[in-house]
């Protein structure tokens, strides 16, 4: 699977290529916060087609997310356009053998976790279950 390794609150989160359709610096966007859940971070885009920005740290490791120590600098959009990642920075591209990969089994701990890396020391995010979770907090 080729991923883009991403930097968030410490840790790195490999995210599936063919899932991302891009990545702005956040410094570049007008985030619009009005009536938005506390997990979102903004919104950017038209009324129509608005990208969400989650706050990754706290959506992934609430019970160890410290606002104060978030540094996020970059946001990856998902595929759709409606749902964005914001981290800390983009580390690199990485193709990660699946037959090396330590796939999650306790699905109901970190259903978003599809497993581990550890030649990169990394968690593979499971990005439809994210959404699926991000669309039923929304409903």
């Not at 160890?64 to 978030?70: D, G, I, W």
Request: proline share 3%.
């Amino acid at each position: 699977m080729n991923c883009v390794l991403l930097d968030m609150h410490g840790l790195k989160l490999a995210v599936d290529f063919e899932r991302i359709e891009g990545a702005l610096h956040i410094g570049d966007l007008a985030l619009d916060i009005a009536g938005q859940p506390e997990w979102v971070l903004g919104a950017f885009g038209s009324e129509y087609d608005q990208t969400l920005v989650v706050d990754t740290a706290l959506w992934l490791i609430p019970e160890r997310y410290k606002p104060e120590h978030s540094k996020y600098e970059e946001v990856v959009i998902l595929q759709g356009r409606k749902w964005a990642l914001a981290c800390d920075g983009l580390i690199k591209s990485v193709q990660i053998p699946m037959d090396q990969v330590n796939i999650n089994e306790d699905k109901a701990h970190r259903s978003w976790l599809t497993g581990t890396y550890m030649a990169e020391r990394c968690a593979i995010l499971d990005i439809d279950q994210l959404v699926e979770e991000f669309e039923a907090m929304l409903a």
